[in-house]
């Protein structure tokens, strides 16, 4: 599947899932954007001078928090957003790089 048909896969789907879409001017770092909720509104607001992989890699990545099976995207799609899903962080007695905490 193309990059340009997985953006568009991926657009669609926020568009079932209630979460709008929007390429805007954003100050500062370029690729910037990200899931946010304005009033009341789920919205992806995406920097509009980002690349269409970075676009594909904010939406996958906010599509991950919202629950799709039931929309039944494109295996490709489906795959792209499962490698964005966090696992839970666990508590550990270990502090960073796996070190014991002092104590």
């Given amino acids: 599947m193309k990059l340009e048909a997985v953006l568009l896969e991926l657009e669609g789907l926020a568009k079932k899932v209630a979460v709008r879409v929007t390429y805007e001017a954003i100050g500062g770092e370029l690729g910037a954007g990200g899931l946010c ?10 920097d509009k001078r980002t690349t269409p992989t970075e676009r594909v890699s904010i939406l996958s990545q906010a599509l991950a ?3 799709i099976e039931d929309h039944a995207p494109p295996e490709e799609v489906q795959k792209l957003i499962d490698q964005s899903r966090r696992p839970p ?5 270990s502090g960073p790089e796996g070190k014991k905490e002092p104590g």
Avoid: Y
Wanted: aromatic fraction near 12%.
């Fill in 89 to 93: 962080l666990r508590k550990s007695a």
């Fill in 65 to 67: 928090r919202f629950p």
């Fill in 37 to 46: 909720k304005v009033k009341g509104e789920w919205r992806v607001i995406v």
